[in-house]
Antibody, heavy 114, light 108 residues
Framework: QLQLQESGSGLVKPSQTLSLTCAVS??????????WSWIRQPPGKGLEWIGY???????YYNPSLKSRVTISVDRSKNQFSLKLSSVTAADTAVYYC??????WGQGTLVTVSS | SYELTQPPSVSVSPGQTARITCSGD??????AYWYQQKPGQAPVLVIY???ERPSGIPERFSGSSSGTTVTLTISGVQAEDEADYYC???????????FGGGTKLTVL
């Protein structure tokens, strides 16, 4: 059974880059079968797909965020990461890492504020 | 951009049947997944590939598909089923994912 754990800065200044990492345990990120994904949820709102990466390294991003998003994998550490550049207050949300379709991290709140 | 449409809210009395719909043009081609989310918690998968139930999910949860609409059915609703429910699928290419806006299930 996979376990996912997000880590990273909980407070980011406007115009800076949000960086989060998801540590995967209970399985190898290099094995097939999962899409390693990032999802976010603004306070009081619904879920928004950010993007995902396959074990092959192929990446797919939400078109609305594509110009600002990078998802990458570090196989040596069995983890994957999210970078979101040029953040604004609208990027304030709980960010979840997610092994589609069935394993979620607990989520981490990221606040964009000066 | 591709969208999935859910009703904002559904209300039922305990023991009744709740049905939550999700509509999207690509649903005849792409599988749908349903997630339950309770306040302050991460979502939990309750139905995958339109109608499959993961182990550990009560039998009262079921899923079905007809044309451009998928439906999550909760039979014999219990108070503990009160939560937000989200459908998730992909566009016709299978590349870009999307979540429905979510449905708040209230158990009266």
């Amino acid at each position: 059974q996979l376990q996912l754990q997000e880590s990273g800065s909980g407070l980011v200044k406007p115009s800076q880059t949000l960086s989060l990492t998801c540590a995967v345990s209970g399985g190898s990120i290099s094995s097939g079968g999962y899409s390693w994904s990032w999802i976010r949820q603004p306070p009081g709102k619904g879920l928004e797909w950010i993007g995902y990466i396959y074990h092959s390294g192929s990446t797919y991003y939400n078109p609305s965020l594509k110009s600002r998003v990078t998802i990458s994998v570090d196989r040596s550490k069995n983890q994957f990461s999210l970078k979101l550049s040029s953040v604004t207050a609208a990027d304030t949300a709980v960010y979840y890492c997610f092994a589609h379709p069935d394993y979620w991290g607990q989520g981490t709140l990221v606040t964009v504020s000066s | 951009s591709y969208e999935l449409t859910q009703p904002p809210s559904v209300s039922v009395s305990p023991g009744q049947t709740a049905r939550i719909t999700c509509s999207g043009d690509a649903l005849p081609k792409q599988y749908a997944y349903w997630y339950q989310q309770k306040p302050g918690q991460a979502p939990v998968l309750v139905i995958y590939k339109d109608s499959e139930r993961p182990s550990g999910i009560p039998e009262r949860f079921s899923g079905s598909s007809s044309g451009t609409t998928v439906t999550l059915t909760i039979s014999g609703v219990q108070a503990e089923d009160e939560a937000d429910y989200y459908c998730q699928s992909a566009d016709s290419s299978g590349t870009f994912w999307v979540f429905g806006g979510g449905t708040k299930l209230t158990v009266l």
